[in-house]
């Protein structure tokens, strides 16, 4: 692209070259003037001209440009990510603990600071006879970054049984983001161009990715782990930081009766969190049990059990409730359930067609998280009270292990980076629990681990003079 300057020095040389008598194109002359305004009007051509053109790539479009690429992709386009709701655990009190009580969900919740700021629980919180407190997951009603709040702001019950005496967020809420950034638009463009094919691992990241739950969750990291030892299984490890707690109910118990040929499938509500070990079978005044030894598969993710031929008869009463271990068989609800339907797609929709590919399992599930506990031992600023700041530098280690994906190790140095980013800390040390050692670098136990904490993980205490 040649600038206004160069356009400006190209006439000045031709103009003399071409009359010989218009010599005087030093600066502040009529005709170094006139020349240096048509020049710039030629640069600024040249910049809209040049900003046009890279409208039409992914590499220079932005903001509404950017979207209008994006709706111009293959299978329909695809839409900027709207702004995502703050999410995490609000636990619930009541007075009264003679009895068993149950709080359904959607109470209703305030921030102390902010009024106007409000949250509702997203699941039952269930109190048993003598428990007076039971924390549930609660997401902010309103999407965006202004849900987002440091620990035990969220104190006000607006709505909700009146037994109910008191609440507060042991950890922060985090999640609340703002719409998605042209930058994070433009790697999931360049991810769907790769993910064509649909039964890629790119394929299955980018549409955990791009889902949106019913309750408002978004995925933040989303990864593929292909088993090498049972080909054709694989699983997509997702998070959003917190978990995905609160996603988990018992699953409804499922029973049917074998026609006159026998049955080859059994199916019960997915998708189940583990596989069924233990199928209830009612055979005439008989009833036992049987197990995967007996020559079934279960492929909780579907809800499907495959039996071998022979195993059932004409008549047999089958029930599907409970483990081998006696605990009723549970399955995923919220961003894992809608995901999983995602891959596996809707047999009675042609619209949904599913993304895994023939003869292969996909299992959505969420991250493990493997809690973390320390020791911080921190010198304030002279004047700063080691009071006040502990609560905001729990809150800082909280979220600094929320942005660590799956399978990430946490390093020490950059927790240590985080913390001292507070003007308040002049020094900071980690230690491990109760010990003078020094807390070492945690890798993950597993490529579905998530090195998380929380504030009661956590001890803050005076740094010993050395």
Known sequence: MTTAQEHLRQMAARLV??????????????????????????????????????????????????????????????????????????????????????????????????????????????????????????????????????????????DGPSW????????????????????????????????????????????????????????????????????????????????????????????????????????????????????????????????????????PERGMVYLRPGLLLSGDTWTISRHADESPYQVFTGLVADLQRLVDGDPSDPNTPGLRAAGTRVVVRGARPQMLAFDAHIVPIPGVSLTQLAGDLKDAAVLFCRRLRPGQTLYVAQLMRALTNDARVQGVRLFAPGTTQCLDDQPPLGFDRAIRTEPARIRVIPRPEE
């Not at 950017?66 to 709701?85: I, W």
């Not at 921030?111 to 629980?121: F, L």
């Not at 080859?264 to 189940?272: D, G, K, T, V």
């Open 17 to 158: 070259a071409r009359t010989g008598d218009l010599s005087d194109v030093s600066e502040g002359s009529v005709i170094a003037h006139v020349l240096a305004a048509v020049a710039f009007e030629l640069g600024s051509i040249e910049i809209r001209l040049r900003r046009l053109r890279e409208a039409f790539f992914l590499t220079g479009a932005q903001g509404r440009l950017l979207d209008e690429r994006a709706r111009e992709f293959p299978h329909g386009g695809l839409e900027r990510l709207p702004p995502s709701v703050a999410v995490g655990a609000v636990t619930l009190e009541r007075a009264d603990t003679s009895g068993a009580q149950s709080a359904p969900a959607g109470v209703l919740l305030a921030r102390a600071d902010r009024p106007e700021q409000t949250y509702r629980t997203t699941v039952a919180a269930a109190f048993a006879i003598g428990v007076s407190s039971v924390t549930v997951l609660a997401a902010a009603i309103a999407p965006g970054p202004g849900g987002n709040c440091r620990s035990n702001l969220i104190r006000k019950i607006l």
């Open 164 to 299: 109910l005496t008191g609440a507060s967020n042991p950890s922060p809420f985090d999640g609340g983001t703002a719409g998605e950034s042209d930058e994070a638009l433009r790697t999931r463009l360049l991810m769907h161009l790769s993910s064509l094919a649909r039964c890629q691992p790119v394929a299955l990241e980018l549409a955990a990715l791009s889902h949106r739950g019913s309750d408002g969750r978004r995925a933040t990291w989303a990864s593929i782990f292909e088993d090498p030892i049972h080909p054709g299984y694989s699983e997509l490890v997702i998070d959003d930081g917190t978990d995905l707690s609160g996603l988990v109910r018992a699953g409804t118990p499922t029973s049917g009766t074998a026609p006159a040929s026998g049955a080859l499938i059994l199916w019960h509500e997915s998708p189940a969190t583990r596989p069924i070990d233990r199928i209830e079978i009612q055979r005439g005044a008989s009833t036992f049990f049987i197990t995967p030894e007996d020559g079934f598969v279960s492929a």
